[in-house]
């Protein structure tokens, strides 16, 4: 039979070997954690533009490549509200740019069967900060969801984010910014 005293005792070693090796294992970790924070560092220019920081304490601009979401403006249609005779859709612009998008209006062509284009509409989104998000709907008025073959993202011009705006933009320069996630609610296309 164990003595109160002995099963003490036991209960202390076990204790102490616990916490040496949960203090190993916290110290590796940290170790490792550090190590790849020394790696490399990210800062982003009053400019917007991103840039690398290296360990060996050099820099280098970021190359951003465009359709990258995780380095774009990332445009979602988040609900479809079919509707006598009009068609609502919401969408939500993602900032993943690492610079405040100040404005952009992507412009849709709504193409009916037969390759008709119903309408041009336009929708807006303003001062979004980076890593943050904004939602805004667009209604068609006249025909339903159901009577829609496609939605096209046409142009995002009058842009202002960055180094671009409306007066330095090269043509389709806004709309690459743009990454355009497939939908399950609607055809949709870039």
């Not at 954690?33 to 920081?53: I, M, P, S």
């Not at 096209?152 to 007066?167: F, S, Y």
């Amino acid at each position: 039979m164990w003595s109160k005293e002995s099963v003490t005792n036991v209960v202390q070693n076990f204790m102490k070997q616990l916490m040496f090796i949960v203090l190993i294992l916290l110290l590796s970790c940290g170790a490792r954690v550090h190590a790849e924070l020394d790696e490399v560092l990210k800062a982003v220019t009053t400019d917007g533009k991103q840039v690398r920081l290296n360990k060996d304490y050099t820099w280098e601009f970021i190359e951003l490549l465009p359709g990258d979401p995780s380095n774009s403006a990332v445009l979602t249609v988040t609900q479809v509200w079919e509707m006598q005779e009009a068609c609502k859709l919401q969408f939500r612009m993602q900032n993943n740019l690492g610079y405040k998008i100040h404005a952009i209006v992507p412009r849709f062509s709504i193409i009916l069967e037969g390759d008709i284009v119903y309408d041009t509409p336009s929708i807006s989104f303003t001062s979004i900060m980076p890593t943050k998000n904004e939602y805004t709907e667009l209604q068609i008025s006249g025909i339903g969801c159901h009577e829609i073959s496609h939605f096209k993202m046409i142009d995002a011009a009058r842009c202002r984010m960055g180094e671009l705006d409306q007066w330095n933009e090269e043509e389709g320069e806004c709309l690459s910014h743009i990454y355009l996630e497939p939908s399950q609610e609607i055809n949709i296309s870039k």
